[in-house]
């Protein structure tokens, strides 16, 4: 193989839609010695049998924003390339069969507004109109969007080739990546053999990208990096061709688990079945290569019989093909991109759970402006590898997990729905107490977490709806204790990361925004910013000694502000460990937590011995812990830190002492609630990587006078100069009815100016509470508080009060009592 180099800057592993488009925007970006490599031939795994639907709407603002990039680029490749993309806007239209599946697509609907994508709520005479051969009986309403479109998978997976090619990139069939070489956190090289097995070699590089589709998990563990997915078979048939059969919108009939597509005189009806047939988990067969799998029309039928009724001519058209080829699926329904977090250069571009056709643009532009600049070029956290927990590769997890996975793209995407599959596999110490309280368990990173507490005779389970779920009340009470009286609830997931070392002061200093020279025993609140002010990290730090902080994260985000940390570490001589597991965390709240306290330690709580913001060593009961004086509820409170082995004894110590305070338990939904009314930030959907700290209203837990630079300090301290550019403002409903949970849109004397970063009930301020960002720049606070507001639920509009301190407790007068 003469033409392959020694050396590139670049090597992508894969050649399907994904590897193709990182490609062509790395070239784009002007990058040169851009080398991909695939296996057999490009398109050859799973992009050439892929439907080509090209929708825009994504759950998010950001997966919106690369969905209708991908359509845009599509629209515009034939032109560039001469490829024939075979991208059309044919529109697309979704139907609910159900009054709950109509509030859901009329929230999305409102939600696309927000995001600048054009759609519309339409009438069943008008969906007749636009799709004249469906069957409506039974639709409640439905929702167009009319530029989504539709394409030809392999053709916009090959123009993307093209388009590097023209630009220097060397794209190289039948060579398979065999192995990948590493210095320490570092890939440096890319072992590679003919497909024939008659040369092989090695190609030096500075960085490696993981395009390998359903071998992805196999090329990350190659590397070292952890790559979750699962290939699942996926069904569709092709009819023979329909007469008279024209152009038509794409037709999701999600009730009914199916999608149609017209191409080329054909009906391709399609489904995202209910459970899934996971494949190859013996490994996929090295001769793969544009196979099929074998017919399942068992399994099928359930979907093709209701498809029958729907769309009446497919009784009458035969069969052309009856498809089924694997598709590759991740644990959570969110594909993998970014860099691995146990190295420093290999990337991950994978797991597009059937998405990637439309994700394939975006996905590649996202992640080829990261590479090139080593910062992402917005939030892209619902996607980012750094996500997956280590445990989430583990093949028998994977197996029953994507049994689920494949049909939730189509399942009711209720609000607090929850994975019914590969639960239990993260506890905490206080698991089996909670649950013989009567807990209702949520899964959250793995972790199985108290979401709510179920009455005597009360059904331990959810029944999910869009309006007031069965346990609203249940966390309306537990919401009424903590306000009024003391609660308890486990905090044991939150990720707990020691950083210990002579320079752990030092680095502290420089990783956050905060001022760590403190005294031992204090705790700051604060956060790890990025360069351009943003938030990677919102944590609480304790300075446990001289040189050892405990760092206090998200669940979800442990690994990710772990790898921040590591990333960021340098020369710093520090020791950073995960000890999550090491201790469990009760989180006493409440007016009467100081006296639960004193009933069962004889430690000193009052405000002189232990003020808020500081932590001490305790005896509790005949064992020992550590309390934390902070809260994330806004009342007076302590979390106490118990070891693993003592956890249990420190519970049953207090639930015996709270019985006189009428101590109740309480789970995360509460806390979700209460702290809201508060208007604390929540990671990942007030606060992210692109919203800088002033915005969000932060500024005062960044200390750029602290004496010694940081990352991030001439960000802040130009924006504190300058002012906001955005309001996080705090909103309240003044009908108590309507409920919010995010994305909703923002309307300010009229326009749409934004929508909700989170939403809940405020119980005790008697409406739903949401937070959201409002542009500002120039003004001053009180302008922006003078316009009336309003937001969109569901298409109608709903007036809210508007504010930018806490609604709840605006003096935090409660909390230092």
């Known amino acids: 193989m003469s033409d392959l180099p020694n050396k590139a800057r670049v090597v992508i592993i894969g050649g399907g839609v994904i590897g193709c488009s990182v490609a062509y925007h790395l070239t784009k970006l002007g990058w040169e010695d ?54 059309k806007r044919c529109g697309s239209i979704t139907v609910a069969l159900t009054e709950e599946r109509k509030e859901e697509i009329y929230r999305q609907a409102a939600m696309a507004r927000a995001f600048g994508v054009e759609v519309e709520e ?34 916009i997976a090959l123009a993307l080739a093209k388009g590097a090619r023209q630009r220097g990139a060397l794209i190289k069939e039948r060579i398979k990546v065999t192995g990948v070489a590493k210095e320490g956190r570092k890939v440096v090289g890319v072992d590679w053999q003919s497909d024939d097995g008659s040369q092989s070699g090695q190609i030096a590089c500075d960085m490696v990208v993981n395009c390998a589709g359903m071998w992805g998990q196999e090329v990350g563990k190659m590397a070292g990096a952890n790559v979750p997915l699962q290939a699942c078979e996926h069904f569709y048939i092709v009819t023979e061709n329909i007469d008279g059969l024209t152009q038509l919108p794409v037709l999701r009939v999600p009730d009914e688990y199916a999608y149609y597509k017209e191409d080329a005189g054909k009906i391709l009806l399609g489904a995202f079945e209910p459970e899934a047939k996971p494949w190859a988990m013996d490994g996929i067969p090295n001769d793969f290569e544009f196979d099929q799998l074998p017919e399942d029309f068992d399994h099928f039928e359930p979907i093709l019989e209701k498809a029958v009724e729907r769309l009446p001519l497919l009784a009458e058209a035969g069969i052309h093909t009856f498809f089924n080829g694997p598709e590759s699926f991740t ?79 189509f399942k009711d995407h209720f609000p607090y729905k929850q994975k019914e599959t590969a639960r239990g596999v993260r506890r905490s110490p206080l698991h089996h107490h909670l649950l013989e309280q009567g807990a209702v368990m949520g ?14 005779e009360q059904e331990r389970e959810y029944h999910y709806t869009w309006k007031r779920q069965n346990w609203f009340e249940n966390s309306a009470a537990e919401h009424r204790a903590i306000r009024e009286n003391v609660g308890l609830y486990d905090m044991s997931s939150f990720g707990k990361i020691r950083v210990e070392g002579p320079e752990a002061e030092a680095f502290m200093n420089y990783i956050g925004g905060g001022d ?47 790898t921040w940390m590591m990333r960021n570490k340098g020369a710093f001589n520090v020791v950073i460990t995960d000890v999550t597991a090491g201790e469990a965390v009760m989180a006493i709240m409440g007016p009467n937590s100081r006296k639960l306290l004193e009933k069962v330690s004889p430690n000193d709580f009052t405000n002189a011995g232990n003020p808020f913001g500081t932590a001490q060593e305790i005896e509790i009961g005949m064992g020992l812990a550590r309390a934390h004086r902070v809260t994330y509820v806004g009342e007076l409170g302590w979390e106490i830190y118990a070891s693993t082995d003592m956890a249990g004894h420190v519970f049953e110590t207090l639930m015996e002492a ?28 007030d606060i992210t990587c692109e919203d800088h700290v002033v915005d969000a209203g932060l500024g005062f837990a960044v200390k750029v006078d602290k004496g010694s630079d940081f990352i991030g300090r001439a960000a802040v301290a130009a924006r504190k100069e300058s002012g906001p550019q955005n309001r996080l403002l705090q909103f309240r409903l003044t009908d108590p009815e309507p409920l919010l949970y995010h994305n909703e849109p923002i309307l300010r004397d009229g326009e749409v100016v934004g929508y909700l970063t989170s939403g809940n009930y405020g119980h005790t301020l008697g409406g739903a509470i949401g937070l959201g960002y409002v542009p500002c720049a120039g003004e001053k606070a009180a302008d922006v508080l003078a316009s009336t507001y309003e937001l969109d639920v569901m298409g109608t509009r709903v007036a809210a009060e508007v504010s930018l301190k806490p609604m709840y407790d605006p003096k935090s007068e409660r909390v230092k009592v």
């Open 34 to 87: 851009v080398v991909l490599l695939e296996r057999k031939q490009l398109t050859s795994g799973t992009t050439w049998h892929a439907a080509g639907l090209i929708a825009q709407l994504r759950a998010t603002k950001n997966m919106t924003k690369l969905a209708k990039y991908s359509q845009e680029l599509y629209g515009t490749l034939e032109e560039e390339t001469g490829v024939a993309t075979g991208f």
């Open 122 to 155: 339409i009438s069943n005479t008008r969906v007749q109109e636009l799709y004249p051969h469906i069957n409506l009986e039974g639709v409640k309403g439905a929702v167009y969007l009319p530029k989504d479109g539709q394409g030809d998978p392999a053709n």
């Open 331 to 409: 644990p959570d329904d969110a594909y993998h991109l970014g860099l691995a977090p146990e190295l420093d250069n290999f990337w991950v571009a994978a797991g597009f759970n059937s998405i990637g056709i439309q994700s394939a643009g975006g996905a590649g532009m996202a992640l080829a402006e990261w590479m090139d600049s080593g910062a992402k070029p917005f939030d892209l956290g619902d996607v980012d590898i750094s996500r997956m927990q280590p445990f989430q590769g583990n093949k028998k997890y994977l197996y029953e997990r994507s049994k689920e996975t494949l049909g939730l793209l």
């Open 443 to 456: 899964e959250f990173a793995g972790w199985e977490r108290a979401n709510w507490f179920a009455n005597p």
């Open 516 to 562: 760590y020279s403190v005294p031992v025993g204090k705790i700051v609140y604060t956060q790890f910013l990025n360069h351009t002010g943003g938030i990677e990290a919102d944590v609480t730090v304790t300075r446990l000694s001289e040189t050892a902080y405990l760092v206090v994260t998200p669940a979800a985000t442990r690994l990710a502000d772990q």
């Open 658 to 685: 709270g019985q006189d305070l009428d101590l109740k338990l309480c789970g995360l939904h509460m806390m979700d609630s209460a702290r809201i009314e508060k208007g604390y930030r929540h990671f990942g959907h």
